[in-house]
Antibody
Framework: EVQLVESGGGLIQPGGSLRLSCAAS????????MIWVRQAPGKGLEWVSV???????YYADSVKGRFTISRDNSKNTLFLQMNSLRAEDTAVYYC???????????WGQGSLVTVSS | DIQMTQSPPSLSASVGDRVTITCQAS??????LNWYQQKPGKAPKLLIF???NLETGVPSRFSGSGSGTNFTFTISSLQPEDIATYYC??????????FGQGTKLEIK
C-alpha cells in the first residue's frame, strides 16, 4: 500500500528555516517524480517544487532561491528545506507522488507551517 | 505561463442534481488536464486524469471531457459525500503543475 507521511512543520519566525520530511512506503521515491504542493489558509493549491527521478529539480518563482527539494534514497524519504521564511509561506504543505510525470496520484496528509513572530 | 480559469468559484446544488464545472486553459494543453477533489481538512484526491480517464476506485458518476483549452468536469447525480472543493490541474506545460482556483461545491 502506498503511503506518504509528512513531518517537520510548526511555528517559525520570519527569516527562519524549517525542513519538511515526507516518508514514503509502498514504492521507491527515487524511481518517481515527487512534488511539494502547498495551500495557504482558505486558499487554493499551489505547486512549490518537483524532483524528477533523474534528480532534476524545479521550483515555483515564489520560492526559488529559498527552498530546496531533495531525497534520501536509503530512507525512501523526500525533503523540503525552507530558508528565509516569510509570512506568505504559511500553509499546509503536501507531498505527492507524480505518476507518468504529470498525475499526482498519492498525497500525504499535509504538514502545517506557520510563519509568524 | 499557462493560466487555468475554473468556473464557477462556488456552486450550490441538490442531491441528485447534475453538476458541471468548467476549466479553461490560456493556451492549448491538448488533453493534459487532471481533476482533484479536496474535502475539508483532507488532502486532495485524484479523480480524473488526462481529461477523461477515471482513476481506479472512483465512482462512475464522476466524469471529465474536453481538449485543447476547454474542459468539463461532471457529477451525474450529486451525493452528500461529494461536498468538497474541486480543482483542475494542467500537465502540459511541465514542470509547472498549475492548478485552477478551485470550485467549492455545497449542498442546497
Amino acid at each position: 500500500e502506498v503511503q506518504l507521511v509528512e513531518s517537520g512543520g510548526g511555528l517559525i519566525q520570519p527569516g527562519g528555516s524549517l525542513r519538511l520530511s515526507c516518508a514514503a512506503s509502498g514504492f521507491t521515491v527515487s524511481n518517481n517524480y515527487m512534488i511539494w504542493v502547498r495551500q495557504a489558509p482558505g486558499k487554493g493549491l499551489e505547486w512549490v517544487s518537483v524532483i524528477y527521478s533523474g534528480g532534476s529539480t524545479y521550483y515555483a518563482d515564489s520560492v526559488k532561491g529559498r527552498f530546496t527539494i531533495s531525497r534520501d534514497n536509503s530512507k525512501n524519504t523526500l525533503f523540503l528545506q525552507m530558508n528565509s521564511l516569510r509570512a506568505e509561506d504559511t500553509a499546509v504543505y503536501y507531498c505527492a507522488r507524480v505518476r507518468a510525470i504529470a498525475v499526482l496520484d498519492y498525497w500525504g496528509q499535509g504538514s502545517l507551517v506557520t510563519v509568524s513572530s | 505561463d499557462i493560466q487555468m480559469t475554473q468556473s464557477p468559484p462556488s456552486l450550490s446544488a441538490s442531491v441528485g442534481d447534475r453538476v458541471t464545472i468548467t476549466c479553461q486553459a490560456s493556451q492549448d494543453i491538448s488533453y493534459y488536464l487532471n481533476w482533484y477533489q479536496q474535502k475539508p481538512g483532507k488532502a486532495p484526491k485524484l479523480l480524473i486524469f488526462d481529461a477523461s480517464n477515471l482513476e481506479t476506485g472512483v465512482p462512475s458518476r464522476f466524469s471529465g471531457s474536453g481538449s485543447g483549452t476547454n474542459f468539463t468536469f461532471t457529477i451525474s447525480s450529486l451525493q452528500p459525500e461529494d461536498i468538497a472543493t474541486y480543482y483542475c490541474q494542467q500537465c502540459d506545460n511541465l514542470p509547472l503543475y498549475t492548478f485552477g482556483q478551485g470550485t467549492k461545491l455545497e449542498i442546497k
